[in-house]
């Protein structure tokens, strides 16, 4: 007889989220996790007392009040802003795309100036309708800024030319004709205070999780003991990989202690030259405004992905969307399985996504399995 109601394989955000809902609404749940910690890729690690974002730089950010004062009624967010600098052969510019950038590349002071400084460059390159990310990226800031600033990052990040490339990737950044170096147009934004695995304790507290349990490897045990899956890992390994692989890019971190308490002076710095084999600089203390002595620097490489390497972006171009499909048909016949994630539904999902997609689905089949006064709470988060 099954011990829980539900067994989440993966203690990411959409895992958490999920047991957190359900053991709210007295269901019994438990979570494993392939890796020694729970959080998935939003794990931070101690390091001289800065939270070092372990799998790369976290920012959150949302448009949806319910869900920023979902986590936040787990943790307080700070009130960081991402405001990244790209640097090019020893020049720095500001992200994203703004009059900042537009001055420090051509020397426009207007909106007027840096739109026809853009309109003049799209018309020389004939974009008249985007195919690809390359014509994209012009048609949203000309040649040059595309040639400095996104063409050497995309084609290091992806390890695929631009042209090859879909266009949603690059539409992910603002271009504004102001002085505004949020990177972000969302109205929450924030890191929460303590860092990351605050926000997962919160979610997972009084939730059974055990860690260093790798579905595949324990199957036969894990199983049976829960009347349905939530399965948060890679949708083709699911599968045996009986339809192919699904591409991921893969990242491989640097990390390095200073004796300095500022190295750079902001979060993040882009490398966009191609000849530089590593695509950012992160200076974890900035996101939670730190005052140690020293500080702590990743410098993120972008690298071909494998069975055996941890995924991270998935590659959502022509021939992995095919593959997709075949196994997204063969898990709709699944009875007790719920996939979710970045990983289960090969989706670009930031974390409030991640977040939403977990509470619409607890909250899909809760209304469907009424609970009484959790329906009053269901009602109150829009997803
Ligand atoms: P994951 O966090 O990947 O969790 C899945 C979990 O499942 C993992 O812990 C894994 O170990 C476990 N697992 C997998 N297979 C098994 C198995 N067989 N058995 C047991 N356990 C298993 N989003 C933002 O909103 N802002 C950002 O700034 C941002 N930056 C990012 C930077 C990088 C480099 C990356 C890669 C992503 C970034 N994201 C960002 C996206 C964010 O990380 C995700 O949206 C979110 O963490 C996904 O949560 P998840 O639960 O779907 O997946
Ligand atoms: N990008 C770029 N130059 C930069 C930053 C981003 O060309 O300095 C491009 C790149 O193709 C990247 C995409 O914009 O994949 C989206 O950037 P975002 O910061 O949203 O990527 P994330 O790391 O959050 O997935």
Request: charged share 25%; net charge neutral; hydrophobic share 35%.
């Given at each position: 007889?099954?011990?829980?109601?539900?067994?989440?394989?993966?203690?990411?955000?959409?895992?958490?989220?999920?047991?957190?809902?359900?053991?709210?609404?007295?269901?019994?749940?438990?979570?494993?996790?392939?890796?020694?910690h729970?959080?998935?890729?939003?794990?931070?690690?101690?390091?001289?007392?800065?939270?070092?974002?372990?799998?790369?730089?976290?920012?959150?950010?949302?448009?949806?009040?319910?869900?920023?004062?979902?986590?936040?009624?787990?943790?307080?967010?700070?009130?960081?802003?991402?405001?990244?600098?790209?640097e090019?052969?020893?020049?720095?510019?500001?992200?994203?795309?703004?009059?900042?950038?537009?001055?420090?590349?051509?020397?426009?002071?207007?909106?007027?100036?840096?739109?026809?400084?853009?309109?003049?460059?799209?018309?020389?390159?004939?974009i008249?309708?985007?195919?690809?990310?390359?014509?994209?990226?012009?048609?949203?800031?000309?040649?040059?800024?595309?040639?400095?600033?996104?063409?050497?990052?995309?084609?290091?990040?992806?390890?695929?030319?631009?042209?090859?490339?879909p266009?949603?990737?690059?539409?992910?950044?603002?271009?504004?004709?102001?002085?505004?170096?949020?990177?972000?147009?969302?109205?929450?934004?924030?890191?929460?205070?303590?860092?990351?695995?605050?926000?997962?304790?919160?979610?997972?507290?009084g939730?059974?999780?055990?860690?260093n349990?790798?579905?595949?490897?324990?199957?036969?045990?894990?199983?049976?003991?829960?009347?349905a899956?939530?399965?948060?890992?890679?949708?083709?390994?699911?599968?045996?990989?009986?339809?192919?692989?699904?591409?991921?890019?893969?990242?491989?971190?640097?990390?390095?202690?200073?004796?300095?308490?500022?190295?750079?002076g902001?979060?993040?710095?882009?490398?966009?030259?191609?000849?530089?084999?590593?695509t950012?600089?992160?200076?974890?203390?900035?996101?939670?405004?730190?005052t140690?002595?020293?500080?702590?620097?990743?410098?993120?490489?972008?690298?071909?992905?494998?069975?055996?390497?941890?995924?991270?972006?998935?590659?959502?171009?022509?021939?992995?969307?095919?593959?997709?499909?075949?196994?997204?048909?063969?898990?709709?016949?699944?009875?007790?399985?719920?996939?979710?994630?970045?990983?289960?539904?090969?989706?670009?999902?930031?974390?409030?996504?991640?977040?939403?997609?977990?509470?619409?689905?607890?909250?899909?089949?809760?209304?469907?399995?009424?609970?009484?006064a959790?329906q009053?709470?269901?009602?109150?988060?829009?997803?």
């Amino acid at each position: 007889m099954a011990v829980y109601d539900y067994l989440i394989v993966g203690a990411g955000l959409f895992g958490a989220v999920f047991a957190r809902e359900m053991t709210d609404a007295g269901r019994k749940c438990l979570v494993i996790d392939k890796r020694c910690h729970a959080g998935g890729n939003v794990y931070c690690e101690q390091i001289e007392g800065i939270n070092v974002h372990k799998y790369g730089p976290h920012i959150f950010h949302t448009n949806d009040r319910t869900i920023w004062e979902y986590v936040n009624s787990f943790v307080p967010f700070n009130h960081f802003i991402y405001s990244p600098l790209a640097e090019y052969q020893g020049v720095l510019y500001n992200m994203p795309f703004n009059m900042n950038t537009f001055y420090q590349m051509w020397k426009v002071k207007t909106p007027q100036e840096a739109m026809d400084k853009i309109a003049e460059q799209v018309k020389e390159a004939g974009i008249i309708h985007p195919n690809n990310l390359e014509e994209q990226a012009i048609s949203m800031v000309g040649v040059d800024i595309y040639n400095k600033l996104i063409k050497g990052y995309t084609e290091k990040q992806w390890g695929r030319k631009a042209i090859d490339l879909p266009k949603f990737i690059i539409k992910r950044l603002p271009v504004r004709f102001n002085y505004d170096n949020n990177y972000f147009n969302d109205t929450y934004q924030g890191i929460p205070v303590g860092g990351y695995n605050k926000l997962i304790d919160g979610l997972l507290s009084g939730v059974e999780v055990r860690l260093n349990c790798d579905f595949f490897k324990n199957r036969n045990e894990v199983a049976g003991m829960a009347n349905a899956i939530v399965y948060t890992g890679k949708l083709d390994e699911f599968y045996d990989y009986k339809f192919g692989l699904l591409e991921y890019r893969s990242l491989r971190f640097e990390h390095e202690v200073l004796g300095v308490a500022n190295y750079q002076g902001v979060a993040i710095i882009n490398s966009t030259d191609i000849k530089v084999p590593y695509t950012r600089t992160i200076e974890h203390k900035h996101f939670e405004f730190g005052t140690q002595s020293k500080t702590v620097i990743t410098r993120e490489f972008s690298d071909e992905s494998s069975v055996e390497k941890e995924a991270y972006y998935p590659i959502n171009d022509v021939r992995n969307e095919e593959i997709l499909k075949k196994y997204v048909e063969l898990s709709k016949l699944e009875q007790n399985v719920i996939f979710g994630g970045r990983l289960a539904e090969y989706k670009y999902y930031d974390m409030h996504q991640v977040i939403a997609a977990a509470l619409k689905k607890a909250r899909h089949i809760l209304n469907k399995q009424p609970v009484g006064a959790y329906q009053a709470k269901l009602k109150t988060i829009s997803v």
